[in-house]
C-alpha cells in the first residue's frame, strides 16, 4: 500500500465520521432553528477558551504519560515526540472502528523518533495499564455510588450492565497484562498458537504483495523465511519481560507519574463539559439530583460514565451514541434551547479540537517522504553498526594470530 493509498483511505474514514456527526447533527437542529439562536444569545467565551485549554491538556498529560514510562527504557525520547504521538493517537482512535488504529499509529511515531518498537511496546502496555485501572477504578466507584444511592442517572437496568461490563472487561484486560508480563511461557504459547491461522493470512497477504513491484523485494524476502516473524515475536516477548522487569527495579516512580497523568488527562477532558454549561450561560446546579458533592464534580461522574459507553461504540469517533448518550445523561443540566449548542460544542472541544491537532501532524508525515526518510536512515545507520563490528572483530582476530606468533617466535 502506497502513501496515496494512505492517505485516501484516511480521508475516507475521516468523511465518514464527519458525516455521521453531520446527520446527527441535521436530525438535532432540524425546524429548530430557533432554539438553536435562542441558545446561542448569550455565549460567554472566555469559558469555552478554558474549555478548550483543558480539551488540549488530554493530549498534552497523554504525551508526558507516555514519557515518562518510555525515557525508563530509552532515555533519548524527547517530550514533543512523546506529545506528537498522543495526538496523532487520538486523531486515528477518533477516525477508526473501536479506536483500532490509535495503538499503531502512536508507534508509528515513536518508532520514527528512534524508540526501539519493543521499548515502545513495553511502555504502550504500560500506558495501557495505566488506562485499564482507571476504567475499573471509575467504575467500581460508580457501581459503588449508585448502589448506595448517591448517583442517579437515567438508563436503569442499561447502565448496570455498562458497569459490569466495563469492570469484567477492564479487570480481564489487567489481569491479562499482568500474567503475559509476568509469565513468558504463557504469551509464547498464545503466540504459538495464533501463528498457524495467522501465518496462513499473512502468507496470502504476501503473495497478494508480490503483484506490486515496489513490494515484490520485500514479500519474496518474507516468503523466503517462514516462520521468521513467529520467531521474532518470540524474541519479543523476552524482550518484553525483560523490560517489565528493568520496570520492576527502577520504574516503579515513573509507573506511578504515569497513573496521575491517566486521571489528570481524563479529569481534564471530563471538565470541558462544565465549563460549556458556563459558557452557554446554562446553570450549574442539576434540576433534579444527581449526585452529592460540587456541580463540577457531578459533571465529572457523568461524564466518567458517558465515556465508559464511547469507549464500547463500534463506530468512528463514536458519532451517533455520543450525541444520543449525552442528550440523556446531560438532560439534568442542558434542555430546551440548549441542548443542540451544547452537544456541538462538546463534541467540538473535546473531540475534535483534539483530532484536528492530531490529524495536522498525520498528513504532516504522510504528506512527505519522512517516514521513508527515517527507515533509510536507520537501515544505513545499522549497516554502519554491523561493518563497524565486523572491521573490530576482523581486527581482534589479526591482533590474536599476531600475538600468537609472536609467542611462536619467542619459544623458537
Not at 519474496?220 to 527495579?249: C, K, N, Q, W
Not at 445523561?329 to 463534541?347: C, D, E, I, Q, T
Amino acid at each position: 500500500m502506497n502513501r496515496a493509498t494512505l492517505i485516501r483511505g484516511i480521508q475516507l474514514i475521516v468523511t465518514l465520521t464527519l458525516a455521521s456527526f453531520a446527520y446527527v447533527l441535521y436530525s438535532e437542529i432540524h425546524d429548530k432553528q430557533a432554539s438553536l439562536a435562542a441558545g446561542l444569545a448569550h455565549v460567554r467565551p472566555g469559558w469555552l477558551l478554558v474549555g478548550a485549554a483543558l480539551a488540549l491538556q488530554e493530549g498534552v498529560f497523554g504525551g508526558l504519560r507516555i514519557w515518562v514510562l518510555g525515557r525508563v527504557l530509552w532515555p533519548g525520547l524527547r517530550v514533543r515526540t512523546a506529545i506528537t504521538s498522543e495526538f496523532v493517537l487520538m486523531f486515528c482512535a477518533g477516525v477508526t472502528p473501536g479506536q483500532a488504529g490509535a495503538a499503531p499509529s502512536q508507534a508509528a511515531v515513536l518508532v520514527h523518533g528512534g524508540m526501539r518498537l519493543v521499548d515502545m511496546a513495553t511502555a504502550s502496555l504500560l500506558a495501557a495499564s495505566c488506562t485499564v485501572l482507571f476504567f475499573l477504578l471509575s467504575a467500581v466507584a460508580i457501581f459503588a455510588l449508585r448502589h448506595g444511592g448517591m448517583l442517579v442517572v437515567q438508563g436503569g437496568q442499561q447502565i448496570e450492565w455498562l458497569l459490569l461490563f466495563t469492570v469484567v472487561m477492564f479487570g480481564a484486560g489487567l489481569v491479562a497484562l499482568i500474567v503475559a508480563a509476568a509469565y513468558p511461557p504463557l504469551l509464547k504459547a498464545i503466540v504459538r498458537a495464533l501463528s498457524v491461522p495467522l501465518g496462513k493470512l499473512l502468507r496470502a497477504a504476501l503473495l497478494g504483495a508480490r503483484r506490486v513491484p515496489q513490494l515484490r523485494a520485500r514479500a519474496d524476502a518474507a516468503l523466503a523465511a517462514p516462520g521468521s516473524t513467529t520467531a521474532r515475536l518470540l524474541r519479543s516477548v523476552d524482550e518484553f519481560h525483560h523490560g517489565f522487569r528493568i520496570y520492576m527495579r527502577r520504574g516503579k516512580r515513573a509507573y506511578a507519574a504515569a497513573l496521575l497523568l491517566t486521571f489528570g488527562f481524563f479529569y481534564s477532558r471530563f471538565a470541558v463539559a462544565y465549563f460549556i454549561l458556563l459558557g452557554l450561560g446554562i446553570p450549574t446546579s442539576p434540576s433534579t439530583f444527581v449526585s452529592v458533592g460540587p456541580p463540577i464534580f457531578q459533571v465529572i461522574l457523568v461524564q466518567t460514565l458517558l465515556n465508559f459507553a464511547l469507549y464500547m461504540t463500534p463506530t468512528p469517533g463514536a458519532s451517533g451514541v455520543a450525541e444520543l448518550g449525552s442528550n440523556a445523561l446531560m438532560a439534568p443540566w442542558v434542555h430546551g434551547a440548549f441542548v443542540v449548542p451544547y452537544v456541538v460544542l462538546w463534541r467540538v472541544l473535546a473531540l475534535f479540537l483534539c483530532m484536528f491537532v492530531g490529524g495536522v501532524y498525520v498528513f504532516r508525515y504522510l504528506g512527505a517522504d519522512v517516514l521513508e526518510e527515517r527507515v533509510k536512515q536507520t537501515e544505513a545507520e545499522k549497516r554502519a553498526l554491523e561493518e563497524a563490528a565486523r572491521v573490530a572483530e576482523a581486527a581482534r582476530a589479526a591482533g590474536g594470530a599476531e600475538e600468537a606468533a609472536d609467542r611462536r617466535r619467542g619459544v623458537g
